[in-house]
């Protein structure tokens, strides 16, 4: 359990234990003295999880293909860059939100909490978080479509 919690993959962690166990036998077969053998297992899977974060992680491109992720081709890169900047855009008019829904979108799309990290943290409910943040980004929606008109008048 403890290798699990620590690389979050049951083969890996399977595989640091049995290599835990493996090097102890050969320490042993080889003279070593061990006090607490407890503490001495502990110690080397340490060792060996530390020894696995370090490795260079290399993953084929199949392996992404199979667990689902699509490369993006970069004739789109025009596009992206406007997102960009609609997204700091509407940054910017986050702070003419009243403040409760200020705080509420800032925490779900910006900080990226769920409703119930929101709703831990401000003492209210999951729905009264859900409802906040639907109207908050009601306002928003006028309030970013307002200044697109806004700009479309200056420009020309």
Do not use: C
Request: aromatic share 8%; no cysteine; glycine share 4%.
């Amino acid at each position: 359990m403890h290798a699990f919690f620590k690389t979050h993959n049951h083969a890996i962690s399977k595989d640091l234990v049995q290599d835990t166990f493996t090097k102890t036998w050969k320490y042993l077969v080889k003279g070593g003295k061990i006090d607490m053998m407890k503490a001495f297992l502990y110690h080397v899977l340490n060792n060996l999880i530390v020894d696995q974060y370090r490795k260079h992680k290399t993953t084929s491109l199949d392996i992404l293909l199979e667990k689902g992720f699509e490369p993006i081709e970069d004739n789109d890169s025009a596009e992206r860059y406007l997102n960009v900047l609609d997204g700091k855009a509407v940054l910017l008019l986050i702070k003419n939100l009243p403040k409760k829904y200020q705080k509420v979108i800032s925490m779900r799309y910006i900080h990226d909490l769920s409703l119930k990290e929101i709703s831990l943290k401000t003492g209210q409910t999951k729905n009264v978080i859900a409802v906040q943040t639907h109207r908050g980004l009601t306002k928003l929606k006028s309030l970013y479509d307002l200044s697109q008109i806004k700009e479309k008048k200056i420009s020309h």
